[in-house]
Structures are given as C-alpha cells and as structure tokens.
C-alpha cells in the first residue's frame, strides 16, 4: 500500500505543479467559453425579441395599408425602419407603404420608401423589385436620366426582362428609338432563357407578347 500511496503522491505533486504552470491558461480559456455560450444564447434571444417586435410594427402597416390609411402606413413604415432597419420586415413595410403612398398621390413619401428598400432591404430580391419600382414612379414624373440609374445594374435573373422592358419604356420615351428597340429585344431574349431554362421552351405568352409589342411599334422585327 506504502508503494501506491507513494506513487499517488508523485501524481499529485506533478499534477499541482502542472496547475501552477498552466491553471491560470485553463480558468481563462473556461470563463471565455462560458462567456461564448452566454454571449450567442443572449445575441439569440436578442434577434428573436427585435422580430417579435418589428413583426408587431409590420402588422400594423398591414393593418393600415388595409384600411388604405396612407398616414398610418407612411408613419408604422417610418417606426418599422428606425428601431428594426435590420430585419426583413423593414423592407416589407417600406414597399407596402409605398404602394400606398404612390396611390393616394404622394410619389414624394413613395420614392423615399422605395429608395430606402432600394438600399437597405436584407432580401437581393427586394431590392431589386424596389429600384424597379422606384424607376416606374420616376418615369411617370419624367425624371428619366434618374429612372435610367435604378435600372442599369444587371438584377437578379426572375428581374432581368422587367428592367430590360422598363428601359424600353425610358428610351421610348426620351424619343431614343433605337435603345428602346434594343431593350425591348434583350427583354424577349431574358423572357426566353428564362423558360428554356426552366424547361419550357413555349415562345408565346402574355408578358412577351406585350413586349413584342411595343418593339414591332417602333419599327422593331418579330422574333
């Protein structure tokens, strides 16, 4: 028993020296684990508690885009955006409120909405759809060199014929013929690709027909 308690012993002794050198290294590498397990628990609740909240805000625009209540829309918008910019509700409210704005007359509050959608929306897709958006209510106002800027980046693919066509319309109507008639044959040609890809090689339909159109319109060949 003597030899056990001896070699018990020199494990204990060369345990606490061991501890001496790096027990300090351990306690820290523990407490920051512990910090790191608290810190992504807490950064958890926190993102779960802002969508709980900004999911309230946003149904109140709902509720008031219901209502067509422009002033509640344009004002559970603006709420929307300033205490939960980084959620995906803001960009939802900002294009509800649009909408709403733009049909009781207030392009103005409409192209703030979209502009900010434009640039903050969390989802590609939305942004996309907003600066389609944004550029429709500037070509209404005649604004066409600005209109033109929210539709030259190439979008995501489901937007590649809508912002093609939508510069048809700009170029049309600065009297620029034959950019028109380009973009209008690149708006057919997205449509197209678009359905091969999706294995559906059916040439006609309803949007491309409108498309086609307006090329023949301006002197354009079918296609």
């Known amino acids: 028993m003597a030899v056990y308690d001896l070699e018990e012993q020199e494990q204990l002794d060369e345990i606490k020296t061991w501890w001496k050198q790096y027990g300090g290294q351990v306690t820290a590498a523990v407490v920051i684990l512990a910090l790191g397990v608290v810190g992504w628990q807490g950064w958890n609740w926190w993102q779960h508690d802002q969508a709980v909240q900004a999911a309230t805000v946003y149904a109140a625009v709902e509720r008031a885009a219901s209502e067509r209540d422009a002033k509640k829309a344009r004002e559970a918008a603006g709420d929307l955006i300033d205490k939960f910019p980084r959620t995906a509700y803001s960009g939802m409210a900002a294009m509800i409120s649009a909408k709403i704005q733009a049909e009781s007359g207030d392009l103005k509050g409409a192209k703030l909405q979209l502009g900010w959608a434009a640039d903050n929306a969390q989802d590609n897709a939305m942004r996309d759809l907003a600066r389609l958006r944004l550029a429709a209510v500037l070509l209404d106002e005649k604004t066409y060199d600005e209109a033109l800027k929210q539709v030259a980046s190439d979008p995501s693919s489901p937007f590649a014929a809508r912002y093609a066509e939508l510069r048809g319309d700009i170029f049309s109507a600065q009297g620029k013929l034959e ?45």
Do not use: P
Not at 182 to 198: G, N, S
Not at 207 to 219: C, M, N
């Open 179 to 223: 950019e028109a008639k380009t973009a209008y044959q690149t708006a057919l040609t997205k449509i197209d690709e678009a359905q091969k890809a999706a294995g559906n090689d059916q040439r006609r339909g309803q949007y491309r027909d409108l498309i086609q159109v307006k090329l023949e319109s301006l002197g354009g060949k079918s296609s």
